[in-house]
């Protein structure tokens, strides 16, 4: 491959990756913790669009359980957001055609 190939596969692969990156911003993933009862929803980019607790979750004389419940359902949104930007972005490094990657 030659060095104004290789230009031009890094200019499409440039212009890909921009359209999954726009395309990630506009999907969304859910985290949940305590069967549903707080749910934690993200953007493709990691960033909360909404949280949501059901009533019967909320325990003024057990905050500290509410809190566990957020920090779950938001971890667990966050590593599916993980594995919905691999699975989206894994495929371009195949397209390189740089051994290793």
């Known amino acids: 491959m030659n060095q104004q190939q290789l ?3 890094a200019r ?3 212009e890909q990756l921009a359209k999954i ?3 990630l911003g506009n999907e969304t993933v859910v985290g949940s913790a305590g069967s549903g009862a707080v749910e934690v929803t993200l953007n493709g980019h990691g960033i909360v669009q909404r949280i949501k ?3 019967a979750a909320v325990d003024p004389e057990d905050v500290g359980t509410l809190e566990d419940l957020l920090l779950i359902a938001f971890k667990d949104a966050q590593a599916k957001v993980a594995a919905l930007s691999q699975s989206r972005m894994g495929p371009l ?3 390189l055609g740089i051994p290793g990657l």
């Open 53 to 55: 607790v059901d009533p």
């Open 12 to 14: 499409k692969l440039q």
């Open 7 to 9: 230009m031009r596969e």
């Open 21 to 23: 990156q726009e395309d």
């Open 93 to 95: 490094a195949g397209g």
